[in-house]
């Protein structure tokens, strides 16, 4: 079994500033991209950043130069600091990893986090 565990949403005026945390816990061997992923309401649910598992990153052009991934493998936790937090950021944002679990090495597999809830707004 694996899970993924976000926190650190919450509410959060224009211009200010939250610090995500996805833990991933259970059977695992290995992990390789992790992500984060957000939907606002009525629309579909968007890449925002993803990490490699040497560190390597990639942003949404609308995130990019305000909000930083970063994980730390020896605690298999990735972190998204979001700066300049606009009302259009409001979403819940969802941890993504790719992972090998202790049962499986051979195969990778995608899990999900529940997602937690970012509202921008004065």
């Known amino acids: 079994q694996v899970q993924l565990v976000e926190s650190g949403g919450g509410l959060v005026q224009p211009g200010g500033s939250l610090r995500l945390s996805c833990a991933a816990s259970?059977?695992?061997?290995?992990?390789?991209?992790m992500g984060w992923y957000r939907q606002a309401p009525g629309k579909e649910r968007e890449l925002v950043a993803v990490v490699s598992s040497g560190s390597r990153t990639n942003y949404a052009d609308s995130v990019k130069g305000r909000f930083t991934i970063s994980r730390d493998n020896g605690k298999n936790t990735m972190y998204l600091q979001m700066n300049s937090l606009k009302p259009e950021d409001t979403a819940v944002y969802y941890c993504n990893a790719v992972l090998r679990t202790r049962g499986s090495v051979l195969y990778e597999y995608e899990y999900w986090g529940q997602g937690t809830q970012v509202t921008v707004s004065s």
């Open positions: 259970g059977s695992i061997f290995s992990i390789n991209a």
